[in-house]
């Protein structure tokens, strides 16, 4: 399998996270910053959530980091939560935008 049809794989797996609070998908959120999947299958993913306060801040990593695991050829995960650059709704796609009424 190649890396760009591993990280589709994992692009897929991440669409079906949703943060509990918005009915969008954490990918269409724009909550994903960054997939990096590397040759060995090991996989970095860049994140944040939409607070700090956010109430799933230590269930959302955990549930990304098993769904991912679970992706055929995934060797490895390493979420890294980040709180820089803030999220806003600008970083929604725009199917998460129209699905939440704000276009």
Do not use: F
């Not at 797996?13 to 990096?36: M, W």
């Not at 939409?50 to 109430?55: D, E, I, K, N, Q």
């Not at 801040?57 to 055929?72: H, N």
Request: net charge negative; charged share 25%.
């Amino acid at each position: 399998m190649s890396v760009e049809e591993l990280k589709h794989g994992v692009v897929e797996v991440l669409k079906t996270v949703y943060d509990p609070e918005i009915p969008v998908d954490i990918y269409e959120l724009g909550l994903v910053y960054d997939v990096n999947v590397e040759e060995s299958g090991a996989v970095a993913i860049r994140m944040t959530l939409t607070s700090p306060m956010c109430p799933v801040a230590e269930s959302l990593p955990p549930e990304v980091e098993e769904k991912v695991r679970g992706v055929p050829g995934v060797t490895d995960v390493k979420i890294d939560l980040v709180w820089e650059p803030p999220w806003s709704p600008s970083l929604m796609s725009e199917a998460a935008r129209l699905e939440l009424g704000m276009e």
